[in-house]
């Protein structure tokens, strides 16, 4: 009786007998002719669609907007990177300290540049810098859909990739606010591009010079994408073997394609800051420990915790694994806005295929090795084997920074490397396709003829469908009422006044004088991280979704603050946030909106103001409820 890894090795030995010129065929594209167009046209619908929702979100959508803004602004005003100390007055420096000057420019170049070729449009300056992050991401949907075409030889693999990574919320929310993490996923795409080319066998000088502008794109874009650049290396090594006689001028021009993309940074930061800090960690850490607002204790990893790095990823500590996926998929604005079943299913299983298609083949790979059957597309094997290596290697790298330094589950810092998953997803598509079931049952999920000149494969076309409705149901159903909410899907119960009279409302208080009155709490700030923890008992007025109301009398201008937590630390993490409102001197009535899910501590920061006095008069709490439900549904009933 013959095993069932027998049966696919001697498939395989088979196929390859009959089908010897199968590799050759790589390297052709004989029915995409017009590809290219496509390239261009599904760019430019990116582009528009990724302008008009840049142009629909709020202010501060983003996390880390002022920050990012910043540093996008110095290149536009001076038109020129910033140089420190110099420059150090006319920047604004983060609580920690920094400076996003001293990060990888291409992000902040590109916003810069576009927000100048569109200052005839009026548009706040604040806005308009988003065009950038729209530009790279455009280009890099545009890219994934000429690299997944030319790999795998098929034009409806290329649409459905084009549309999954355009499409995904996190992907789609990157392109729409300014930000450097859509540089570095267009970067460590372009590169994977090129690579792919490699794989082809389609090498050439203009290759090589291709590549290494995207070796350099990657140095100028952000650290996360640094972490493929090994991998890339491996793999010029192992698959880009140029003839003899021009392994001098392929090294060459990828040599000078590095320097033109990226390589110029390095030597503008050793002409300024030394060959000692080429990459300005040396002046970034200088700065944090002269700025810093924060108290160094409280960057604090997992680790700090008693969980070891084991009990972090493989015990999904805290559902560590759960919030990555979900926050990479989608968990938007500051970790606040989640989006739906649907939209994790999708992208749950894509990831999923993707991470079991490499262990599942080489188990196969070594079956066929130990029972001297023939392998399969030894290139192909080599090149999606790496790309695998580097998708763990990035999660690894990630979640010990987790553990180590500093608690920010983020899965962005995973998604630079967003092709490398598509590509191996693919890849198993691609085998099925090969089948000889799938030949068997292809013209029956096919529409048209030949004769016609009209084919159109519906399988693809159900499943762009499917994409595209999916992303229009976490559009409508969660991204719209979060930022603009119609009254249709709101329901506002009562306001609830907290009872502020009593001492025991405050379970303790830094960094400020506080008085209990009959007018409500009488406060003077000493320093500017003025602090008040709620009792336990305030708690209990904070379920799901909230409006909070603070009437207030202040003598001066200031920043409130409510942060709000499940556990025992105020940090940026699932159920953990805070909102923010600027207020003026004299009477002031403000609304919070705060979703906490499970209440745990509550700690109202009522200014950011030293030598403040403040009367909070009163704080009441009313429940708010958002309907799941299609609320355009309600829309229309209304109507």
């Not at 017009?34 to 669609?49: E, K, Q, S």
């Not at 576009?114 to 280009?139: E, F, N, P, Q, Y």
Request: proline residues 5%; hydrophobic residues 50%; contains cysteine.
């Amino acid at each position: 009786m013959v095993s069932p890894p027998s049966i696919y090795c001697l498939k395989i030995a088979l196929t390859r007998s009959r089908e010897p010129h199968r590799e050759v065929q790589l390297t052709k594209t004989p029915d995409i002719k017009n590809f290219h167009r496509g390239t261009i046209a599904i760019g430019l619908v990116f582009l528009i669609y990724y302008f008009a929702t840049a142009l629909a979100l709020p202010y501060g959508a983003g996390p880390d907007y002022d920050a990012h803004f910043d540093g996008a602004r110095f290149i536009f005003s001076e038109g020129r990177l910033a140089v420190l100390p110099k420059d150090l007055a006319t920047l604004n420096l983060t609580t920690y300290g920094s400076t996003r000057a001293l990060r990888p420019p291409l992000p902040y170049i590109v916003s810069a540049i576009t927000a100048k070729a569109l200052s005839w449009t009026g548009i706040d300056l604040h806005i308009l810098m988003r065009a950038g992050s729209a530009v790279l991401c455009s280009l890099t949907v545009a890219l994934i859909f000429l690299t997944l075409t030319q790999y795998f030889q098929s034009i409806a693999i290329g649409l459905i990739g084009a549309l999954l990574v355009g499409l995904m919320p996190q992907f789609a929310f990157i392109a729409s606010h300014l930000n450097d993490d859509s540089a570095a996923i267009f970067s460590v795409t372009l590169l994977v591009f090129c690579l792919s080319r490699f794989v082809l066998r389609q090498g050439s000088r203009t290759l090589a010079l291709t590549t290494g502008i995207a070796i350099g794109l990657v140095i100028l874009s952000k650290f996360t994408a640094w972490l493929f650049l090994p991998f890339g290396g491996i793999a010029i090594l192992l698959l880009a073997r140029p003839k003899l006689g021009q392994w001098v001028s392929s090294m060459s021009l990828m040599t000078l394609g590095v320097v033109l993309g990226g390589g110029w940074w390095i030597g503008f930061n050793i002409f300024h800051y030394g060959w000692h800090d080429p990459l300005l960690f040396q002046i970034g850490a200088q700065l944090s420990q002269q700025h810093m607002n924060l108290d160094p204790s409280q960057l604090k990893g997992f680790a700090a915790e008693g969980v070891s790095f084991l009990g972090l990823v493989l015990g999904d500590y805290k559902n560590f694994l759960d919030e990555t996926l979900i926050s990479a998929i989608g968990n938007l604005d500051w970790l606040r806005l989640r989006v739906g079943f649907p939209q994790y299913l999708l992208y749950t299983i894509v990831i999923g295929i993707a991470l079991v298609s490499i262990p599942f083949r080489s188990c196969i790979a070594i079956f066929c090795f130990i029972t001297g059957r023939p392998s399969t597309r030894n290139r192909q094997f080599i090149f999606e084997g790496l790309l695998f290596l580097a998708i763990v290697s990035q999660f690894l790298i990630y979640a010990y920074y987790q553990w180590a330094q500093e608690i920010q589950v983020q899965g962005k810092y995973l998604i630079p490397i967003l092709a490398c998953p598509l590509i191996l997803f693919f890849s198993t598509v691609n085998h099925i396709r090969q089948t000889r079931f799938w030949s068997r049952y292809r013209p029956a999920m096919t529409f048209g003829a030949s004769a016609i000149g009209v084919r159109v494969p519906l399988l693809a076309l159900f499943t762009s469908i499917v994409i595209v409705l999916v992303h229009v149901d976490a559009v409508r159903r969660f991204v719209i009422p979060y930022y603009n909410p119609p009254a249709q899907v709101l329901g506002l119960g009562p306001f609830i006044e907290l009872d502020l009279n009593d001492p025991a409302s405050i379970i303790r208080s830094k960094n400020l004088d506080i008085e209990f009155t009959d007018e409500g709490w009488q406060l003077k700030t000493i320093t500017s991280d003025s602090q008040i923890e709620l009792s336990q008992s305030f708690c209990d007025h904070f379920l799901s979704n909230n409006l909070i109301s603070i009437n207030f009398k202040s003598d001066g201008d200031g920043v409130l603050q409510l942060f709000w937590s499940e556990n025992k630390r105020f940090v940026a993490r699932r159920g953990e946030s805070s909102t923010t409102v600027k207020f003026q001197a004299g009477e002031n009535a403000v609304l919070l909106a705060a979703g906490t899910g499970n209440c745990g501590r509550l700690r109202l920061d009522p200014t950011n103001t030293a030598d403040q006095l403040m009367l909070i008069r009163s704080i009441a709490v009313a429940p708010m409820s958002i309907t799941r439900f299609p609320y355009y549904f309600r829309i229309f009933k209304a109507r």
